[in-house]
């Protein structure tokens, strides 16, 4: 499963939309956290993310780790090869989805955090970590789950929209367009695709809008072009 959201990782407020994933899943959950995204940011922001992953997941009493892993020789480590064989939930959360993804597809890591996809368990992204999940993003490619995709995240935030709705990527691109509110995600599921969160979802591709919310399951065929 792929589960992404807008913005809201590891806040008090999406953590009822945590448990409706953690729940999905056929084993004991194992979640790893991982701030690959802010790999190029300070130390002290790196420590933000570890630490708001580490409480999120210790509120929710499920078994947990946030791993410093920064770049391709981190994930290289057989301790950090060790630990995602051992988990069936992983989390990138936000920052530089580029940086993510180079990172992650140049890694060893990648083949073994597919492994977890293809096995029932969850990679979950929030903004970066969701941006990367589309088959393209605004510079490069994506990794493809959600085919004929670009993710946009933080789609509730008003100016954030403004910019974006008179872009050419959102009328002129040849993609559909996942623009992904807070707090709520789109989740991946075999040939479905899931909403769960207390906002919204739209999918877009050049003029034609439409906006799904909690509860609506569609077909994968929706992202067809």
């Known amino acids: 499963m792929i589960a992404i959201t807008g913005a809201g990782e590891y806040l008090d407020i999406i953590r ?3 448990e409706i994933l953690l729940d999905k899943l056929n084993n004991d959950p ?3 956290c991982f701030p690959t995204a802010a790999g190029l940011e300070s130390n002290e ?4 993310w570890l630490d708001l992953g580490d409480d999120h997941f210790s509120k929710l009493n499920v078994n947990h780790k946030s791993i410093r892993a920064l770049n391709v020789d981190d994930y290289n480590k057989p301790e950090t090869l060790a630990e995602i064989e051992k988990a069936n939930f992983v989390y990138f959360s936000g920052g530089n989805p580029n940086h993510l993804y180079e990172t992650l597809s140049s890694s060893l890591a990648w083949e073994k ?5 293809n096995s029932g368990g969850i990679l979950a992204g929030c903004s970066a970590g969701a941006m990367i999940m589309g088959e393209k993003m605004n510079k490069g490619k994506g990794f493809g789950f959600f085919k004929n995709s670009m993710v946009l995240p933080h789609w509730n935030e008003v100016l954030y929209k403004a910019i974006l709705s008179s872009s050419k990527q959102i009328h002129k691109s040849k993609y559909k367009i996942l623009g992904l509110e ?5 989740v991946l599921n075999n040939d479905k695709l899931e909403v769960i969160g207390d906002q919204n979802v739209h999918i877009m591709h050049k003029k ?4 799904y919310e909690n ?3 569609l077909e994968l065929s929706v992202l067809d072009i």
């Open 16 to 18: 009822p939309y945590d």
């Open 113 to 117: 955090l597919l492994t977890i996809h």
């Open 30 to 32: 194992y979640v790893l």
């Open 182 to 186: 807070m707090n709520t995600y789109l």
């Open 208 to 211: 034609d809008e439409h906006t």
């Open 45 to 48: 922001r790196i420590q933000y």
């Open 215 to 217: 509860g609506d399951v």
